[in-house]
């Protein structure tokens, strides 16, 4: 069992402040487009799109620079990823993420941060 966040995209209202927090902790500033975490309105309701920690990107990557680490979670050893952005495009929940800033992807680490900043208790953490 790993840790992965658990979303209830009923109970979102769409504030940000988990996108604000997920910025802010990993890129020093308050930036959606650099969250790892993303709210979306949609015509048919609020989505909400995180790294479930599914584990498909890793045997995808052709420089070896995704794993699950002790916990279970997908990490990117940035001193392999040579950019290519293969796992971006390749994630079935689209929740690799890249910014033009950065040479490499990022995503969700359960880190936890944005389940406490949510005020509705849209996310929550499990494992």
């Known amino acids: 069992m790993y840790k992965t966040l658990i979303i209830k995209e009923e109970l979102c209202t769409a504030c940000g402040a988990c996108e604000n927090v997920c910025s802010r902790v990993y890129f020093k500033e308050e930036n ?9 309105n949609k015509p048919d309701g ?12 890793i045997d995808l990557c052709p420089v070896e620079a995704l794993y699950r680490d002790k916990n279970g979670i997908i990490r990117i050893k940035k001193e392999l990823c040579v950019g290519c952005f293969s796992c971006v495009g390749f994630c079935p929940e689209g929740a690799m993420f ?14 936890g941060l944005c389940v406490k900043e949510c005020p509705t208790g849209a996310i929550a953490i499990k494992g």
């Open 32 to 40: 959606r487009e650099k969250s790892a975490i993303r709210i979306e």
């Open 46 to 57: 609020i989505k909400i799109t995180a790294c479930s920690q599914c584990g498909q990107c």
């Open 98 to 111: 890249f910014h033009g800033d950065y040479t490499e992807p990022f995503k969700c680490t359960a880190c």
